[in-house]
């Protein structure tokens, strides 16, 4: 039986990821799109409110794709209407309204699925298998990028609860936490918010007991890209470069698979919805509250994208 998909927040990264994604998984189909100004698409049912998508029926599950300070209450609804749920990065503005879904998606025995996408890179896999059993001693991260490039005109993502540069890392700390084994606690953090934005473009984490640095930066004058984790423990040094695609073992290159990202999300979406099961892993935005909490606040020159 063919799931039938629909998207909620048209936008670029549905545009770009999800819709050829789920074209290249079997099983699965895309028939409605959600946006707030949408133009026909053919064979494809469009509405401007998700609710009006939900009431017209003939999806079998969504993918939620809005900026992230809508996903709560868009995701509850769809959780009510008894549709499984693919969550779009970063999952909610807030770890209480994540939670809070996790724990609604149980009640109701209803999937749902936080799709931390950077964790399908060709890479992450073999990372996480050479550091089984291992000690991490440090760890360090650069995620680097050009928002002009990146994130064009995308004023959501400077607004309270858009994350800023936070929107990228969260990518960084989802491999991290997920192929190191111990807990990864920050005890120190610099964030530097714009005059007048209220959302970072660049920050600097410290590990609790691990030496090492986390950078992120989007500010366009760096080097164009830069998306690496290094990771020292009792074993070889594991180097993960661009996003995760490439891995190093002991400065020894490891062939992986190539592999698309979005593919092996959608791959591990058909697989919740034939097992009926849930995946939704809190950490990394636990980690990036943390940095909120505790980080200092500095402020640099304005910035206009």
């Known amino acids: 039986m063919t799931v039938r998909i629909g998207i909620i927040g048209y936008g670029k990264i549905a545009v770009d990821q999800h819709v050829p994604a789920i074209a290249a998984t079997p099983g699965l189909a895309w028939v409605a799109a959600v946006s707030r100004s949408i133009a026909p698409i053919d064979g494809i049912a469009t509405y401007t409110d998700h609710r009006a998508m939900l ?6 599950a969504v993918a939620v794709c809005t900026p992230t300070q809508y996903h709560y209450a868009i995701t509850r609804d769809c959780l009510d209407a008894g549709l499984p749920v693919l969550l779009e990065k970063p999952p909610t503005a807030t770890t209480a309204a994540f939670e809070a879904l996790i724990a609604h998606a149980f009640e109701r025995r209803i999937l749902l699925f936080a799709a931390w996408h950077s964790r399908f890179a060709a890479g992450v896999e073999g990372a996480r298998a050479a550091l089984a059993g291992r000690t991490v001693t440090a760890i360090d991260i650069a995620w680097h990028e050009d928002v002009r490039r990146w994130h064009p005109g995308q004023q959501w993502i400077w607004a309270a609860g858009g994350l800023g540069v936070f929107d990228p890392g969260v990518n960084a700390l989802s491999i991290a936490t997920h192929i190191v084994a111990q807990p990864l606690i920050l005890d120190g953090a610099e964030l530097d918010f714009p005059a007048g934005r209220d959302a970072p473009i660049a920050a600097r984490l410290r590990w609790e007991g691990l030496n090492g640095e986390v950078s992120f930066d989007w500010r366009p004058q760096l080097e164009d890209v830069r998306w ?78």
């Open 228 to 305: 690496t984790i290094r990771i020292a423990s009792d074993g070889p040094e594991v180097l993960l470069t661009d996003g995760g695609a490439t891995l190093s073992i002991g400065g020894n290159p490891v062939p992986v698979a190539p592999l698309i990202e979005y593919h092996g999300v959608y791959r591990r979406f058909a697989e919740l919805l034939t097992s009926g099961t849930s995946d939704a892993d809190p950490t990394p935005l636990r980690v990036v509250a943390d940095a909120f909490l505790i980080g200092k606040r500095n402020e640099v020159a304005a910035f206009a994208d």
């Open 55 to 60: 009431a017209a029926g003939g999806v079998d």
